[in-house]
């Protein structure tokens, strides 16, 4: 198939197009679990283009036009939903503003600059004949909360996936591996008394005595890419009074898994080692990843892109195939005040994309 190059009449249409509904997005509060009105433009946005889409709930998708089932399937997938925007915004966050090469605006560079750059690849091959794969994109809902009325809860309707494709800010380099993640709390129980009083039962110090463990316990398998399994103590409660000794200590952990762990297995390795009651809030966002001899990865390494792993979780955690994620923007832009991405990532996103996926469609 032939390379778009870059500085095409077509590759500025897709451009043009892209950022026309970036804009539109940002100008539109899409937080999780209100996704309702940015779901609408993405439809008008497969409506203009001609292509026939599908919606449950506020996840949309659609299939591209020569569709094969005796082919394999891969999957573009990237989110519609934002964060609430932070205190320390200047800026109107639902004004898209252009400045100095940057577009403005809360969702810009998490995740719509890579949304809107799959939707205009997808453009690109959507009427293509003879491809090796078929393409299926997502824009879907509730990722920023790990929610399960988005990708999740259409997966199945997608048919079989090889593997996918996850819009991110990276930079347009490879996160073959992700980290997962699993949130715990702990309560740490003690006999209440006076403080004036010996008291060997404290439910405080028990806490301490379990968060010092997550401290200091080094699980023994280390990824070459994701490192050491990371638990960070992030919340503790207890106490009402200062002359009364509690009798419970409630405190999270936060727990990033890598791919030598499942979630269920670190959960248990945990309870082993810790006196406090240990409750999962989910055991669902497991570590992903996809192998280096991927033939997408392959082409995209030959294309000059890096290979890394990402300690941030994504919709990854929940796509049951082999995936990475790969998206124009810069990671820690991500839930910054004044958040922005620059028009040149997306233009060249868009063309890193379709140069890339070439190689192997």
Known sequence: ?????????????????????????????????????????????????????????????????????SKPTILLNSHHDTVKPNKSYTLNPFEPIEKDGKLFGLGSNDAGGALVSLLATFVYFYDKENLNYNLVMTATAEEEISGVNGVESIYSKLGAIEFAIVGEPTEMHLAIAEKGLLVLDCLAKGTPSHAAHSNNDNALLNAVDDILWFRSYSFPKKSELLGEVKMTVTVIHAGEQHNVVPDKCQFTVDVRTTENYSNTEVYEIIQQHVKSEVTPRSLRLNSSSIPLEHPFVQAGIAYGRKTYGSPTSSDQAVIPCASLKMGPGLSTRSHSADEYIFLDEIKDGISIYINVLSKIL
């Open 1 to 69: 198939m032939k390379v778009l190059e870059l500085q095409t009449e077509q590759h500025n249409i897709l451009y043009q197009n892209a950022l026309d509904l970036l804009k539109k997005l940002i100008a539109t509060q899409s937080f999780s679990k209100e996704e309702e009105q940015t779901a609408l433009l993405i439809e008008d946005f497969f409506k203009q283009h001609q292509i026939p889409y599908q919606r449950e709930q506020n996840n949309i998708w659609a299939f591209n036009k020569f569709y094969d089932e």
